[in-house]
């Protein structure tokens, strides 16, 4: 099973950017798709925005598109989240999540490993 650790996360205001990073680890699927998805307290987990293995196909949650941008690198297992303009609305923990195929729409395989704190101040 894939272990996924995201990280980059921390405190910014609003109006501010962070970029998160998702590295992989055990038996990758690194040509598979891989998605973001948050949670914020008291809420359900919910999804921000998935890639293709490629790349060439993205998808975003409409709260955030225009704002995030999701990008991989291959060569390095990793999935990146560049988030601009951040909101106080986007605080949570924000987790990667593993495809089980190259393209999307995708089932995630479950393994939602470590996740990251972005908080945004108003």
């Known amino acids: 099973q894939t272990r996924l650790a995201a990280s980059g996360g921390g405190l910014v205001q609003a109006g501010g950017s962070l970029r998160l990073s998702c590295s992989a680890a055990?038996?990758?699927?690194?040509?598979?798709?891989r998605g973001w998805f948050r949670q914020a307290p008291g809420k359900e987990r919910e999804f921000v925005a998935r890639?293709?293995?490629?790349?060439?196909?993205?998808d975003y949650a409409d709260s955030v598109k225009g704002r995030f941008t999701i990008s991989r690198d291959n060569a390095k297992n990793t999935v990146y989240l560049q988030m601009n303009s951040l909101k106080p609305e986007d605080t949570a923990v924000y987790y990667c999540?593993?495809?089980?195929?190259?393209?999307?729409?995708?089932?995630?395989?479950?393994?939602w490993g470590q996740g990251t704190q972005v908080t945004v101040s108003s």
């Open positions: 999540a593993q495809g089980l195929t190259p393209t999307i729409p995708t089932m995630w395989d479950g393994s």
């Open positions: 055990g038996r990758t699927l690194s040509a598979y798709a």
């Open positions: 890639i293709s293995g490629s790349g060439d196909q993205t």
